[in-house]
Nanobody, 123 residues
Framework: QVQLVESGGGLVQAGGSLRLSCASS????????VHWFRQVPGKEREFVAG????????LYADSVKGRFTISRDNAKRTVNLQMNSLKPDDTAVYYC????????????????WGQGTQVTVSS
């Protein structure tokens, strides 16, 4: 497992932008596929975006394509999620997740979760 710490959440108006970061202090970070999921109370955790170990390939949920961009810097041991054109429906707790076995849009098989960061988009 690898320890993950999210940051960058907050309150923003619709149409605005936020940049979330997921950081790790562990040297094995580059061996993990890293994903972002989000969850609102009473609903299942939802896939948002994922990135391969090298950063060469990415995967997005249809609901965020064209608005969100995931990137990683293995030298800094960080994965970022740039969120533009935010909508009230994007309001959720956002979680960083690391998985060894591959890039997938389901939460099953995740090896490590961060503690989450709240994103609130006002209308």
């Amino acid at each position: 497992q690898v320890q993950l710490v999210e940051s960058g959440g907050g309150l923003v108006q619709a149409g605005g932008s936020l940049r979330l970061s997921c950081a790790s202090s562990e040297s094995t970070f580059s061996t993990y596929y890293v994903h972002w999921f989000r969850q609102v109370p009473g609903k299942e955790r939802e896939f948002v975006a994922g990135i391969t170990r090298s950063g060469s390939s990415t995967l997005y949920a249809d609901s965020v394509k064209g608005r969100f961009t995931i990137s990683r810097d293995n030298a800094k041991r960080t994965v970022n999620l740039q969120m533009n054109s935010l909508k009230p429906d994007d309001t959720a707790v956002y979680y960083c997740a690391a998985r060894r076995v591959g890039l997938m849009s389901t939460p099953g098989g995740v090896d490590s979760w961060g503690q989450g960061t709240q994103v609130t988009v006002s209308s």
